[in-house]
């Protein structure tokens, strides 16, 4: 009974010694019984590295750190190309219609401006000579000199103008202001057809203020026409020097 006991001991100390064994181990869990475990002194079957022990908890979790972007590939081929699309809504005029539009108003203006300068030039030429008088719609001016009917009809064109030819009693009246003491030539002849007084473009005259027995034509060379002071019309020889009126 003494040695039973004393042999129950020696195995419990001896399984404490190996337990202690194992525990240095890495703790390896040696899971036989003490009658199971074999005679005493030998080595007990390796352990599993404590895969049969409890799952640890899990951890916080690491830091997320962005690596550098990597170089761009190469560029692969291009895909097919995709069909037409749908054509869209037609957009208002723009800006540039407006701005083409003032645009052709500002050059009708200016060729408006131009015309108006011009016909300005041209009485402005007229206006420097000098007698000018008004009568409805013409203007007549004196140049102050006497020439020959060939020069004075020469002399007012080169002003824009042309010989005076009185249409009516009024228009005669003013040239009679401004020949007052002299005489001077009207755009009317007979040079065409004896006897048959016309105006510069070869129209039949519609108005006139013969002085009385003319006109005669007299030594058969008198084919012009003058007004004298008195407003009367009298023939003259074209090559005579008389006063030159322009009307406009």
């Known amino acids: 009974m003494y040695l039973l006991k004393l042999f129950n001991i ?16 890495g703790h390896e869990v040696n899971t036989c019984t003490v009658m199971a475990c074999g005679n005493p002194g030998l080595n007990g079957l390796p352990g599993r590295d404590g895969r049969d022990g409890s799952k640890g908890e899990k951890g916080e979790p690491g830091i997320s750190v962005k690596g550098q972007q990597g170089f761009p590939g190469k560029a692969g081929p291009p895909g097919p190309k995709g069909d037409q699309g749908i054509p869209g809504l037609k957009g208002q005029k723009g800006e540039q219609t407006a701005v083409d539009a003032v645009q052709r108003q500002i050059t009708a203006l200016e060729k408006s401006i131009q015309t108006l300068q011009a016909e300005l030039g041209k009485y402005k030429k007229v206006l420097l000579l000098q007698g000018a008088m008004k009568v409805g719609g013409k203007i007549f001016v004196s140049s102050g000199r006497e020439d020959t009917y060939s020069k004075g009809k020469i002399l007012c ?10 249409r009516n009693a009024a228009e005669n009246a003013a040239l009679q202001a401004i020949v007052k003491s002299s005489h001077a030539f009207l755009d009317i002849n007979d040079q065409q057809t004896e006897g048959r007084f016309v105006y510069l473009n070869g129209e ?18 008198e084919d012009c026409v003058i007004i004298v002071s008195n407003g009367l019309w009298n023939d003259l020889n074209c090559q005579q020097n008389s006063l030159i009126i322009c009307e406009v």
């Open 157 to 166: 064109a080169k002003e824009g103008a042309a010989l005076a030819s009185p």
């Open 10 to 25: 020696l195995v419990v100390g001896m399984s404490l010694a190996l337990a202690s064994v194992s525990d240095q181990r």
């Open 204 to 221: 039949p005259i519609t108005y006139t203020n013969w002085k009385s027995g003319e006109p005669n034509d007299h030594n058969k060379n």
